[in-house]
């Protein structure tokens, strides 16, 4: 990877750049499982953001993504990584994740089911912890 990846936090007027990536990286994965809905997939980013927890992914000083680390009561949940299409595959996640997870203890994340992403994670020590038909609850403590 020569790209340069910065994090910086999210202000709120990130928000309509975060719902419209989210729509792109979520669809494959929704339309596979039969769940796309394109309202529904921005909409819940809408209604989940907190700028607060979020921080916005910068490779070469442009606007790549978005990952939130969210405190819960028994750790922080990791929500809202999405990382623009034409930068996957870069090593771009494995940094911004190692970054994200550093003196972290228990983190928390679900992925869609059959999702590429999941390796990702697991290549961080992330494990199942449960599952239903469309999500994987994964943890890693």
């Keep these: 990877m020569t790209s340069s990846v910065e994090l910086r936090p999210a202000e709120p007027g990130d928000l309509e750049p975060i719902v419209e990536l989210r729509a792109v990286v979520m669809r494959p994965d929704l339309e596979r499982l039969g769940r796309y809905d394109p309202h529904r997939v921005r909409q819940r980013m809408r209604d989940a953001f907190q700028p607060e927890h979020t921080s916005v992914i910068l490779v070469d000083g442009a606007f790549a993504g978005s990952v939130a680390l969210r405190p819960a009561d028994?750790?922080?949940?990791?929500e809202h990584f999405y990382l623009d299409p034409t930068l996957q595959g870069r090593g771009?996640?494995?940094?911004?994740?190692?970054?994200?997870?550093?003196?972290?203890?228990?983190?928390?994340?679900?992925?869609?089911?059959?999702?590429p992403a999941r390796r990702l994670y697991e290549r961080f020590g992330f494990a199942q912890e449960r599952a239903d038909p469309v999500d994987v609850f994964m943890v890693r403590g």
């Design 92 to 115: 771009i996640g494995t940094a911004v994740l190692a970054r994200v997870l550093a003196g972290t203890g228990l983190v928390r994340l679900n992925v869609l089911q059959g999702s």
């Design 74 to 78: 028994d750790g922080h949940w990791l």
